[in-house]
């Protein structure tokens, strides 16, 4: 997946944009002829997908990017920092915690 060609969001943009811009005028009745070069109709189709790949990542991951948006800006910013080392130390405080609730160590 790594071979896919890369876009940024500003070319993102723009092709999702022309898009809307093409279905709105078939959908106002409108003809849709391709007047462009075979290239760069292919270069659009190219982005679109990128596009929708990236929507569908962004998706995917809803939950954990309102979560992180909804910490304090110092929260985020540590994370941002040390983002391994707090995951680590939120997975041991989250494993003690579990253990400490299910009566402590098994003996």
């Known amino acids: 997946m790594t071979d896919l060609p890369k876009f940024s969001l500003s070319q993102q943009v723009e092709a999702v944009r022309f898009a809307e811009t093409r279905q709105a005028s078939i959908q106002n009745g409108g003809s849709c002829r391709e007047l462009r070069p075979p290239k760069v109709a292919d270069f659009d189709t190219q982005r679109l997908g990128s596009a929708a790949r990236t929507l569908e990542w962004l998706k995917i991951h809803e939950d954990e990017i309102k ?9 985020r910013e540590a994370v941002l920092r040390h983002g391994e080392a707090m995951g680590a130390m939120c997975l041991q405080l ?12 098994v003996r």
């Open 94 to 105: 989250a494993s003690a915690e579990a253990v400490a609730k299910a009566g402590g160590p």
């Open 67 to 75: 979560a992180f948006l909804a910490l304090p800006a110092e929260a």
